[in-house]
């Protein structure tokens, strides 16, 4: 069986940091990508930063390039993503999800994930 638990959520002041994490079990790792997604109220779910776990590879959505960072801890099965400098507008509930098909490209569609996993939220005041 699948599973992917995010957590790691919180309130935060703009400017500062949250770390997530993602604790996935039940699948091939090496041929899978693992995206981080939010969703605001009102707004569409947004692709923000991808990782392939058979190869490193990396994708990060322009809103979040340079402030976040998405890594992989394949021995613990976890996946985490970093976030500084966060802004308001960064508001959102996050998802992570899980491509079968991330061996082969890093898509940042929502419609593209197989598995997906609770969403943790994370607030940023200004």
């Known amino acids: 069986e699948v599973q992917l638990q995010a957590s790691g959520g919180g309130l935060v002041q703009a400017g500062g940091f949250l770390s997530l994490s993602c604790a996935a079990s039940?699948?091939?790792?090496?041929?899978?990508?693992i995206g981080w997604f939010r969703q605001a109220p009102g707004k569409e779910r947004e692709g923000v930063a991808i990782?392939?776990?058979?190869?490193?590879?990396?994708y990060y959505s322009y809103s979040v390039r340079g402030r976040f960072t998405i890594s992989s801890d394949n021995a613990k099965n976890t996946e985490f993503l970093q976030m500084n400098s966060l802004k308001p507008e960064a508001t959102a509930v996050y998802y992570c999800?899980?491509?079968?098909?991330?061996?082969?490209?890093?898509?940042?569609?929502?419609?593209?994930?197989?598995?997906w996993g609770q969403g943790t939220q994370v607030t940023v005041s200004s």
């Open positions: 999800a899980a491509d079968r098909h991330g061996i082969f490209e890093l898509n940042p569609s929502e419609y593209e994930y197989d598995y």
């Open positions: 039940g699948f091939p790792f090496d041929d899978y990508a």
């Open positions: 990782i392939s776990l058979g190869d490193g590879r990396t």
